[in-house]
Structure formats: C-alpha cells, structure tokens
C-alpha cells in the first residue's frame, strides 16, 4: 500500500470521527436546550405537557437542522 493511499485512509478516518464527535456534541445541546425549556419538574413519568414540548423541540431541531444542510449543500453546487 503506498503511502499517499495511507495518509488519504488516515485522513477520511480522521474527519469521519470529527464529524462523529460533532454530532455528539450537537445531541448533546439538544438534549441540554430541550430539557431545561421543557421540563419542570422530575417525576416517575412524562405528563402530556413535557413529552409535547420534548417532541415539538426535537422536531424543530431536526427541522433545522434539514434547511441548514439543505441549504449548504445547494451553495456547494453554486
């Protein structure tokens, strides 16, 4: 294997585990926003108020998230 196919291997590695790690990170923030905005008390289980609010958040995100790559990839293809 020559070294150039092992430095490009070792680079799409690296950028896939940055990616991974970012993505992470991202779920994280969610996880952290979506729970200090929606819960207000911790109990044995969700009541209809929280698990609304929870689903409403994360569906927002994930909205968001969709534009935001959505429109990035359409300014690649500019």
Excluded: H, P, Y
Aim: glycine share 4%.
């Amino acid at each position: 294997m020559a070294s150039g196919t092992v430095d490009r291997e070792m680079e799409q590695f690296i950028l896939a585990e940055k990616e991974k790690v970012r993505f992470q990170s991202l779920v994280r923030s969610l996880t952290d926003e979506c729970w200090e905005k929606c819960v207000e008390k911790v109990g044995s289980k969700l009541d209809s108020k929280t698990e609304t609010c929870l689903v409403n958040c994360v569906e927002r995100f994930l909205d968001t998230s969709n534009f935001v790559a959505n429109r990035l990839s359409q300014m690649g293809e500019s």
